[in-house]
């Protein structure tokens, strides 16, 4: 692909001369784009060089003007590749009392971030047509998304300190919000009470880990909150378009499976009936009735499998730009492949360890709540009381330190099932019906219950919730009374 011709290239000499002049007549005009124009904006490399050194007498408290500037390239030996002295008096010229700096710096940033879209454009069609066997075109993809997507996060004109009072007020409006909502919560509503109100909902910038051991029902919690948040944002008034949306990472699970499930909780369908078509009519118009409504839920489903980090945050990057994002659920987290690099290569822990700061990043990056399910180690089954704790987590050190929450699913009942009581030597009819009555009695007590065990809480409580759960369905929901266990303080 040929060069674009010079004399086509975004760029406004003259916005660049109206600047620097602005700045050598008024030094405080430097303080009003410093913050984001930078010596690389401008188009002119003769400006580019005036700026720079504008910006370090500046900064070292030195007066910026025609004489200082006059002086610094003299001794540099370059007054004369800037114009010399007379086109410096130009731009100290160029300046009226009505000239706005703030107005020229975002032109000439505008004309710089145009001139770097072509660039990367440039680059896109050659890197497509080189015959290169150590990138494959899904690659150039991911790398051509990451550069649109940091070109458009450039130049954030409000970042910096922020006064205290400012702070204070952001703060009460967030706590307002909180008190305004149902369930007096601050983040996202999960629909499940007890959860919510330990957590206050799931807050932007948060990973948060869902960990248990097979068939306790991790997916399905999971399942549960995206479809429940899905639905908050699709009625929630006040809600950014660009944060409703829930995107759900399914690298175990079909959509369609995925999808089925969430019809089997809405319509309290059995899941099993609906696999093997055992529906009576009303069931089956039920159903029909249902997937035209939840046809209308910003929820999306990628079932691709064996997705890595980068490629997760290039689809959530898109999908964020394209139709609006607000959460991110991943199912999980070790079915996500290693990127590759050479210093996690055949280092499963290592590499775990960079996919966890990557989703961590990725809920800073966005700003948004990441769900992302765990697996646990086998050793909870070997123990009697097979509640989770934190060293359970499967190659843990680095899940742990970078989730800001971690909720552990148990199901009692599970292991119940398995542990009718036995025959013991010389223990009498008597002794054994008393230990069947009691086993019978805690599994109808524990039949409809999980409970959710909060292990890590970076800002709030830790301790344990209780959920209804019907496993017919894959629900979980409020039950008519919660028990809570003590809290302890998180970390």
């Given at each position: 692909m040929e060069a674009p011709d010079i004399s086509t290239i975004p760029q406004n000499i003259e916005a660049e001369q109206a600047l620097l002049g602005a700045i050598l007549a008024n030094n405080k005009a430097f303080e009003k784009v410093s913050e984001f124009l930078k010596p690389q904006h401008f188009a002119d490399s003769t400006h580019a060089k005036i700026f720079e050194v504008i910006s370090k007498l500046i900064t070292r408290g030195h007066v910026a003007d025609v004489i200082t500037l006059k002086n610094y390239f003299e001794q540099d030996g370059t007054l004369n590749d800037v114009g010399g002295i007379k086109y410096l008096v130009k731009l100290s010229d160029s300046a009226t009392p009505l000239t706005n700096a703030e107005y020229y710096a975002q032109f000439i940033y505008d004309k710089y971030l145009?001139?770097?879209?072509?660039?990367?454009?440039?680059?896109?069609?050659?890197?497509?047509?080189?015959?290169?066997?150590?990138?494959?075109?899904?690659?150039?993809?991911?790398?051509?998304?990451?550069r649109l997507f940091e070109l458009s996060n450039q130049g954030d004109i409000n970042g910096g300190f922020v006064d205290f009072s400012q702070a204070l007020t952001s703060s009460l409006t967030h706590i307002e919000q909180a008190y305004q909502k149902d369930g007096k919560i601050s983040g996202l509503p999960t629909a499940l009470d007890a959860l919510d109100n330990k957590t206050g909902g799931l807050n932007n910038s948060d990973l948060i880990i869902i960990a248990g051991r097979p068939a306790m029902g991790k997916t399905a919690l999971a399942t549960n909150i995206a479809y429940n948040v899905a639905e908050y944002m699709l009625h929630a008034k006040g809600l950014d378009e660009?944060?409703?949306?829930?995107?759900?990472?399914?690298?175990?699970?079909?959509?369609?499976?995925?999808?089925?499930?969430?019809?089997?909780?809405?319509?309290?369908?059995?899941?099993?009936?609906?696999?093997?078509?055992?529906?009576?009519?009303?069931?089956?118009?039920?159903?029909?009735?249902?997937?035209?409504?939840?046809?209308?839920?910003?929820?999306?489903?990628?079932?691709?499998?064996?997705?890595?980090?980068?490629?997760?945050?290039?689809?959530?990057?898109?999908?964020?730009?394209?139709?609006?994002?607000?959460?991110?659920?991943?199912?999980?987290?070790?079915?996500i492949s290693g990127t590759g690099?050479?210093?996690?290569?055949?280092?499963?822990?290592?590499?775990?360890?960079?996919?966890s700061r990557g989703l961590k990043i990725l809920a800073k990056e966005l700003n948004l709540p990441v769900i992302a399910l765990s697996q646990l180690n086998r050793g909870v089954e070997q123990r009697d009381?097979?509640?989770?704790?934190?060293?359970?987590?499967?190659?843990?050190?680095?899940?742990?330190?970078?989730?800001?929450?971690?909720?552990?699913?148990?199901?009692?009942?599970?292991?119940?099932?398995n542990e009718e009581p036995q025959q013991k030597a010389s223990e009498t009819p008597e002794h054994l019906q008393k230990r069947m009555e009691e086993w019978e009695a805690r599994k109808r007590a524990t039949q409809n219950v999980a409970e959710v065990i909060i292990g890590k809480q970076r800002h709030g409580p830790t301790g344990t919730v209780q959920l209804f759960w019907n496993g017919d369905y894959a629900q979980f929901g409020n039950l008519a009374k919660e028990e809570y266990l003590p809290d302890r303080i998180g970390d």
């Amino acid at each position: 692909m040929e060069a674009p011709d010079i004399s086509t290239i975004p760029q406004n000499i003259e916005a660049e001369q109206a600047l620097l002049g602005a700045i050598l007549a008024n030094n405080k005009a430097f303080e009003k784009v410093s913050e984001f124009l930078k010596p690389q904006h401008f188009a002119d490399s003769t400006h580019a060089k005036i700026f720079e050194v504008i910006s370090k007498l500046i900064t070292r408290g030195h007066v910026a003007d025609v004489i200082t500037l006059k002086n610094y390239f003299e001794q540099d030996g370059t007054l004369n590749d800037v114009g010399g002295i007379k086109y410096l008096v130009k731009l100290s010229d160029s300046a009226t009392p009505l000239t706005n700096a703030e107005y020229y710096a975002q032109f000439i940033y505008d004309k710089y971030l145009r001139r770097e879209l072509i660039a990367t454009g440039f680059d896109i069609v050659n890197n497509a047509t080189k015959e290169d066997l150590d990138s494959d075109a899904s690659e150039q993809i991911e790398e051509a998304e990451k550069r649109l997507f940091e070109l458009s996060n450039q130049g954030d004109i409000n970042g910096g300190f922020v006064d205290f009072s400012q702070a204070l007020t952001s703060s009460l409006t967030h706590i307002e919000q909180a008190y305004q909502k149902d369930g007096k919560i601050s983040g996202l509503p999960t629909a499940l009470d007890a959860l919510d109100n330990k957590t206050g909902g799931l807050n932007n910038s948060d990973l948060i880990i869902i960990a248990g051991r097979p068939a306790m029902g991790k997916t399905a919690l999971a399942t549960n909150i995206a479809y429940n948040v899905a639905e908050y944002m699709l009625h929630a008034k006040g809600l950014d378009e660009k944060s409703r949306g829930v995107a759900f990472f399914s690298l175990e699970m079909s959509a369609d499976q995925l999808a089925s499930r969430i019809l089997s909780t809405v319509t309290q369908t059995n899941g099993h009936k609906m696999r093997t078509g055992e529906l009576d009519n009303a069931e089956f118009t039920r159903i029909a009735a249902a997937v035209r409504e939840l046809e209308k839920i910003p929820l999306y489903i990628d079932d691709t499998p064996g997705l890595n980090i980068n490629t997760i945050r290039t689809r959530a990057r898109r999908l964020k730009r394209n139709k609006g994002l607000g959460c991110i659920v991943i199912d999980y987290i070790q079915l996500i492949s290693g990127t590759g690099s050479k210093r996690s290569e055949g280092n499963r822990v290592q590499e775990l360890s960079e996919i966890s700061r990557g989703l961590k990043i990725l809920a800073k990056e966005l700003n948004l709540p990441v769900i992302a399910l765990s697996q646990l180690n086998r050793g909870v089954e070997q123990r009697d009381d097979k509640r989770p704790v934190m060293s359970d987590l499967r190659e843990s050190g680095s899940i742990e330190q970078d989730a800001d929450i971690v909720m552990f699913v148990y199901r009692e009942n599970y292991y119940l099932q398995n542990e009718e009581p036995q025959q013991k030597a010389s223990e009498t009819p008597e002794h054994l019906q008393k230990r069947m009555e009691e086993w019978e009695a805690r599994k109808r007590a524990t039949q409809n219950v999980a409970e959710v065990i909060i292990g890590k809480q970076r800002h709030g409580p830790t301790g344990t919730v209780q959920l209804f759960w019907n496993g017919d369905y894959a629900q979980f929901g409020n039950l008519a009374k919660e028990e809570y266990l003590p809290d302890r303080i998180g970390d």
